[in-house]
């Protein structure tokens, strides 16, 4: 029986040519001409390949015949708990997104993972291997030694990583395995499975696996003040719209503009619910300027919502009027090349630099003199207080819609569902967790239900105002205005069944348990703690009144 591989490693640093040269002089073997190539490993900005635990390695061949039966460019699906390729893929050209790779089974794994991200490139590493045959006495080939050299890929700094060396035996040569081994031993260290090049070389090329992610994960101090408490949020939220800023101007997904549009709106939501903070002057000046940057990153965002959905779209029209929509597809490209042209003007102005500036001084710089009442107050009771009473206006405007509330009413229940959702999603460190994350969740679902409602007519709207203006220029025919009038229709319908599903939406979240668990996390601590607190005793009157107020309800 065949002994199993033996794997060992040198230290980062470590000479490859010296372990050859030790070879070399010890063993009689054979060098086999050496195959250089070049690995590249991919994830979404976001980590999503991560957060899986795969990492994708893009292999470009150099010479020699190395990388797998000659292909000059690969891409292997890595399994990061064994450091093995579970899918390979040839390709023609860099990947991008999951659509531009050839149909087969890396795609098919890749898609649900990546979305509608970017494959972007995480690290470099140039890999130059070496194969020697060890031989005996007369010339057979005894045992197997395969080498490699991993250097990060970098002009300035080429930064050698962990050389890696593998002893594989040959079928009735057991002894000679052995000795061999006993060689290599005194030469690298053996390891039971070889560290992972990926992190290895992420390390070294300064990546931290997992240090962006759009999600909120503020961890907050119960008794810190109020006031910064607030700017430790804000200053998280300043620093994802930063972070998002150049894959916007570069268009290199269509998730960095909407993160970066996210991010704009939990700071809006945020100055306007996280009441007594601030000065007035300065909540009024940055809400507006932030709407501003709402307002000028909205077009792009839009079309790139119809554009995404494009093949759901035809999708729900008869087949034979799917290829009357193609000129719709061109006009919105057309409109998105000169939206996006204004977007990065806006976001290389004056004024967004400013703002941007303006905001970091103001969170960054020392608390403020003469603050609001609000300020000083612990962080849990002003967070208590501001979400019973949103929780208190989500229930009282979601019980006063019936079957003939205009559609305003509903636009204004998502606005404050909106709210009511940030403040928990600002604040969840404070309370249990799993009791939160129920609560976001149905907020969430009554808010999904309530945006399709709202969206929904707001794109047939659109699309209506578009085949008027492609009419006028005499970019749509016949077919086209019929194919688009279709959406319309579709869309409208999809409105009407969003909007006979709210009463059962909202009835899952009006619910006695829901409403005795807001009670319990928001209200009834936050009285506790007002009894405890007579310095703020105004609050406290304000949350007896709730109490009064909700038990009638």
């Not at 209200?523 to 703020?536: C, V």
């Amino acid at each position: 029986m065949s002994p199993e591989p033996m794997d060992f490693q040198l230290p980062q640093g470590g000479d490859i040519e010296a372990v050859l040269e030790r070879i070399r002089a010890t063993l009689s073997c054979e060098v086999e001409p050496e195959a250089t190539w070049r690995r590249r490993y991919l994830d979404s900005f976001d980590w999503l390949l991560y957060g899986v635990g795969a990492a994708l390695e893009e292999q470009v061949a150099g010479t020699g015949q190395e990388p797998g039966q000659g292909q000059s460019r690969r891409l292997l699906w890595i399994d990061l708990a064994v450091d093995s390729a579970d899918e390979a893929q040839v390709l023609d050209a860099e990947p991008g997104f999951a659509d531009d790779l050839p149909p087969g089974a890396l795609r098919e794994r890749l898609a649900p993972v990546l979305g509608v991200r970017r494959l972007l490139p995480m690290a470099e590493v140039n890999t130059r291997a070496i194969r020697v045959r060890v031989l005996n006495d007369d010339a057979k080939t005894v045992a197997r030694i395969h080498l490699e050299d991993n250097r990060l890929s970098d002009p300035v700094s080429p930064a050698r990583l962990s050389a890696r060396l593998r002893l594989l035996p040959v079928r009735g040569y057991l002894d000679e395995f052995a000795a061999t081994a006993r060689l290599l031993q005194e030469i690298a260290r053996p390891v039971a499975e070889p560290g992972v090049l990926v992190l290895e070389a992420l390390a070294a090329a300064g990546r931290r696996p997992g240090d962006y992610s759009s999600k909120l994960d503020y961890r907050l101090d119960p008794a810190q003040r109020a006031d910064a408490a607030t700017r430790f949020i804000l200053l998280g939220l300043l620093d994802t719209i930063e972070t998002n800023i150049d894959g916007t101007r570069r268009n290199l997904d269509s998730e960095f503009l909407h993160d970066l549009r996210v991010a704009v709106r939990r700071t809006r939501s945020a100055l306007g619910q996280i009441k007594g903070v601030f000065h007035d002057a300065a909540v009024a000046h940055f809400k507006a300027e932030f709407a501003w940057v709402q307002q000028v990153t909205g077009p792009v965002r839009d079309l790139d919502v119809y554009l995404l959905d494009f093949p759901n779209l035809r999708a729900c029209l008869p087949e034979g009027l799917r290829a009357d929509l193609d000129a719709l597809r061109d006009w919105l490209s057309a409109h998105y090349d000169d939206e996006q042209q204004r977007l990065v003007q806006a976001l290389a102005s004056p004024r967004f630099t400013t703002l941007l500036h303006d905001w970091r001084v103001f969170l960054e710089g020392p608390l403020q003199q003469a603050a609001p009442d609000g300020a000083a107050l612990p962080i849990k009771a002003l967070a208590d207080q501001r979400i019973w009473r949103m929780f208190k206006r989500v229930r009282g405007e979601g019980r006063a819609i019936d079957a003939q509330s205009p559609a305003e009413e509903l636009h204004e229940l998502r606005k404050s569902c909106k709210k009511l959702r940030y403040l928990m999603e600002f604040f969840q460190s404070l309370y249990p967790d799993k009791s939160m994350r129920r609560l976001i969740k149905q907020t969430k679902v009554l808010l999904d239900n309530l945006g399709r409602f709202q969206d929904l007519a707001v794109q047939a709207e659109h699309l209506r105002e578009t085949a008027e203006r492609m009419r006028a220029d005499n970019a749509a025919d016949v077919g086209t205005l019929l194919a688009m009038g279709g959406l319309v229709s579709h869309m409208l319908e999809g409105q009407q069944r969003a909007r006979r599903e709210f009463a059962d939406t909202f009835a899952q979240f009006d619910t006695k348990d829901n409403c005795k668990l807001f009670r319990r996390l928001f209200l009834d601590s936050s009285g506790e703690q007002a009894r405890h607190q007579n310095r703020h005793s105004a609050g406290a009157e304000s949350d007896a009144a709730d109490a009064v107020h909700g038990a009638g309800q």
